[in-house]
């Protein structure tokens, strides 16, 4: 299994990027896909989730400004960030848990991270 993340870049304050993660490798079904980010001297932290259900979770702190979004048939998960801040700038990596693929049953499998910039 392999999740690839793209997408990331600089940008100014108040702007706006999409991120993107392909998962591939044989999988059938993934339950939940995600995003996190770790901040320079930061513990990686959540910043939004989703579940093949259509559940979504978010952190206080992107609420109203970043919208998850997700194709199951492309195994695709997607992150809209609006209204960014400086306090956004990170590494984000994509997060796949309870994947079922040919293999059987999979767990917590991670991208290589995008990096993210939002300065003027």
């Known amino acids: 299994v392999q999740l690839q993340a793209s997408g990331g870049g600089l940008v100014q304050p108040g702007g706006s990027l999409r991120l993107s993660c392909a998962a591939s490798?044989?999988?059938?079904?993934?339950?939940?896909m995600g995003w996190y980010r770790q901040a320079p001297g930061k513990q990686r932290e959540l910043v939004a989730t989703?579940?093949?259900?259509?559940?979504?979770k978010y952190a206080d702190s992107v609420k109203g400004r970043f919208t998850i979004s997700r194709d199951n048939s492309k195994k695709t998960v997607y992150l809209q960030m609006n209204s960014l801040k400086p306090e956004d700038t990170a590494v984000y990596y994509c997060?796949?848990?309870?994947?079922?693929?040919?293999?059987?049953?999979?767990?917590?499998?991670w991208g290589q991270g995008t990096q993210v910039t939002v300065s003027s």
């Open positions: 997060n796949a848990d309870r994947i079922f693929a040919l293999q059987g049953w999979l767990y917590d499998y």
């Open positions: 490798g044989g999988i059938l079904s993934i339950n939940v």
């Open positions: 989703t579940t093949s259900g259509g559940t979504t």
